[in-house]
């Protein structure tokens, strides 16, 4: 069996599972959002990770249903949170570009009656490349609904400033190659404040991700990146794992 035959079939087996990674202030040192990470448990190959199996979903077409299928589950989720927190949900190029998307962005918030300035969709830069129009139109169909765009992995794949000022976002995720000591490495602390002289500049808030010491959090911190995420701060999880930050305190 092919793990392309298997991947139709997960959503139906319940084989996927989403986990959730802490977004922090860094001002704060406050949670204020989560990260839905998709994870696929296959009955005889175990965990297959997203990295894998992905890629293997937008060729077959089969991560229009998954796409679909983390988007509720996770809206859901987070409407059920005593706080307000902001959820961050990935998606593909090719659901975006799919027609009927922000349809279903609509008919999923008003399902699960998530307030809609709490979803996020992390969108890749490659993502906006295959039909700029139509990528265009999706995002700002979501965005009238109240829905905020952040662009991820910034600095890598298909990087280009004019996007930033082309596409409706309201945040920077900026890659955590870019993360990755720079507290000691020149170079790497050279692009990191570029980039948050830009999101200043633009009036767009920075996100770092992969943030992995306490040094690299006191850098961003000083440099004030504004927010972060990485295994320092929490690494992806059940949400129950999470409950002293979604809901009420005793
Ligand atoms: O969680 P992890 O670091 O293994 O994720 C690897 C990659 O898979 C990341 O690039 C991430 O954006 C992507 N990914 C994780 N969950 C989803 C999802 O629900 N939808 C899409 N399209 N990509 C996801
Ligand atoms: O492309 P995207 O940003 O969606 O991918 C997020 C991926 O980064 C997830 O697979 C997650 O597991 C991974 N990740 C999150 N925090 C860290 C970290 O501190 N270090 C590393 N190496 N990976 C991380
Ligand atoms: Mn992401
Ligand atoms: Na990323």
């Known amino acids: 069996r092919s ?9 139906e087996r319940g084989e996927l599972r989403v986990v959730y990674q802490p977004q922090m202030a860094i001002d ?3 949670v204020v959002g989560f990260e839905a990470l998709l994870r696929w448990h296959h009955p005889e190959r175990g965990t297959v990770p997203p990295d894998l199996f992905i890629p293997i979903a937008e060729e077959t077409g089969s991560i229009l249903q998954i796409g679909e299928w983390v988007l509720r589950e996770t809206c859901r989720e987070a409407a059920s949170w005593q706080k307000p927190l902001r959820i961050a949900v990935n998606v593909s190029a090719v659901q975006l570009h799919a027609p009927g998307f922000s349809e279903l962005v609509h008919e999923v918030l008003f399902t699960t009656g998530l307030a809609p300035a709490r979803l996020e969709l992390e969108i890749t830069e490659t993502a906006l490349v295959r039909d700029p129009v139509r990528a265009l139109t999706a995002l700002r169909r979501v965005k009238a609904m109240g ?18 000022r082309a596409f ?4 920077i995720k900026i890659d955590r190659s870019f993360i990755r000591a720079v507290d000691v490495n020149r170079e790497t ?10 999101g200043r500049g633009l009036g767009l808030p920075v996100l770092a991700e992969g943030v992995e010491t306490s040094a690299e959090l006191a850098f961003l911190g000083a440099e004030a990146c504004q927010e972060a995420q990485g295994y320092l701060l929490g690494r992806p999880g059940p949400i129950a794992q999470f409950a002293e930050h979604t809901s009420e305190g005793p």
């Open 147 to 164: 829905v905020r765009i952040a662009m991820d992995d910034f600095g890598t794949g298909y990087s280009s400033l004019s996007n930033l």
């Open 28 to 30: 704060s040192g406050v």
């Open 168 to 171: 409706p976002f309201d945040k």
């Open 3 to 11: 793990l392309e035959h298997d991947l139709r079939h997960a959503v």
């Open 189 to 198: 602390a050279a692009i990191m404040r570029a980039v948050l002289g830009l």
